[in-house]
């Protein structure tokens, strides 16, 4: 109902009034263009004091001829002006929300924050790309514990109690008799050819091993191994430094000088120890290689008779050969680090370059 269309309104005296007082109502309201202005305008028209509450009060004092014409006028006066503004408040609320969203308006086109990555710890990369070198060249993993008993870290592998090349592993004991941290992954080999005997051998055992040492840059209470065990009918010494050519020239580079010397390992006969040669123009080069320019990798060696006879194989037809070789020393030699510290002490600083 359009309170403003003429026909429609009583015959009262003060008919003109009401008129004008509607239209005024209608043309400020218009012009409201915030929500403040609408609260400002309700309190001038329709408060306590407003003046259309004002016309509201006048009712009756009407004579009794035109009071029921006039509070008609008045109240549809109020009601329309109300749904009015009601109205026009719904409208400027909609309309602030759109500035507002227009105003912080989210910026898509803006790069994002990167999420910072973790990644694999160096150690792990050089023993994955070992394992791959050592899978092209037909070895399987074998995985072995790491507390062992002193039987088979020791005495199996040729070195009953108190021979003295068990002073070449300094051990942790538990408190349990015989139980012990596995010093090398070489007890590895005794398992797996119980294991698999009579068939023929060809694994790599990595894995963590633990010495009582003395912390220095070339050795850590704890470190890698990887232990190459090979047996089969006719497997001789040029099977064993052949393929610890081709491991070493896979992982270094064909120009990588490769040395073998003669050496001793009571579970091998013979022995031998492997050499890499180490830049010399590497600052660390005389620290780590003791002056001589070449990195000791790993130890080596036909599998001796007697350990094989442990392992169930009948060393009259079967013979191999094994290596054990420590990991973090070959990384350090990649990436040339200059002490076997930085590998465990969990620094982000020298993990993050890798
Ligand atoms: N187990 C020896 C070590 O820890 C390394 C080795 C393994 C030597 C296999 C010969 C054969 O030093």
Redo the contacts with the bound molecule.
């Keep these: 109902m359009d309170s403003t269309s003429a026909e429609d309104w009583p015959d009262i005296p003060n008919v003109q009034d009401l008129v004008a007082l509607d239209r005024q109502a209608l043309s400020e309201l218009s012009d409201c263009n915030s929500l403040a202005n609408i609260i400002a305008w309700n309190t001038k028209y329709l408060g306590d004091q407003g003046l259309v509450t004002l016309q509201l009060k006048q009712i009756p004092k009407q004579d009794a001829q035109h009071r029921a014409g006039f509070g008609k006028a008045v109240n549809r006066i109020k009601t329309t002006l109300l749904a009015k503004k009601e109205e026009k408040q719904r409208a400027l609320k909609e309309e602030e929300l759109k500035r507002s969203l227009a105003a912080d308006a989210l910026d898509v086109t803006l790069p994002g924050r990167g999420v910072p990555r973790g990644r694999l710890h160096v150690a792990t990369r050089v023993m994955r790309e070992i394992r791959g070198i050592f899978a092209d060249l037909g070895f399987q993993v074998y995985r072995s514990r790491e507390v062992e008993d002193d039987l088979t870290n020791f005495e199996l592998l040729n070195m009953p109690p108190h021979h003295p090349a068990r002073d ?2 300094d051990t942790f004991h538990t408190t349990t008799p015989g139980v012990i941290l596995r ?4 007890p590895g ?1 005794i398992h797996v050819m119980r294991e698999l005997c009579p068939e023929p051998i060809r694994v790599i055992l990595p894995g963590m ?1 633990y010495r009582y040492e003395q912390i220095t840059a070339r050795s850590e209470i704890q470190f890698e ?1 990887v ?2 065990l090979c047996i089969g009918a006719r497997v001789t010494m040029a099977d064993l430094k052949g393929t610890i050519t081709a491991f070493a020239r896979r992982l270094f580079g064909q120009e990588r000088q490769v040395r073998f010397r003669s050496s001793y ?1 009571p ?2 006969e013979p ?1 031998i120890e492997v050499d890499i040669d180490w830049p010399k123009e590497d600052p660390n080069a005389d620290r780590l290689t003791k002056g001589t320019g070449w990195l000791e990798i ?4 036909m599998v001796h008779p007697v350990v094989l006879q442990n392992g169930g194989y009948d060393p009259q037809k079967f013979s191999g050969f ?4 420590g990991p973090q020393r070959i990384t350090m030699l990649k990436y040339a680090i200059d002490d076997i510290r930085h590998f465990w002490a969990n620094d982000v600083r020298f993990l993050q370059q890798f």
């Design positions: 070449m592993w010093t090398h992954t070489s080999q091993c191994q232990e190459g390992f579970f091998t022995s790993m130890g080596a060696g094994a290596f054990g070789m």
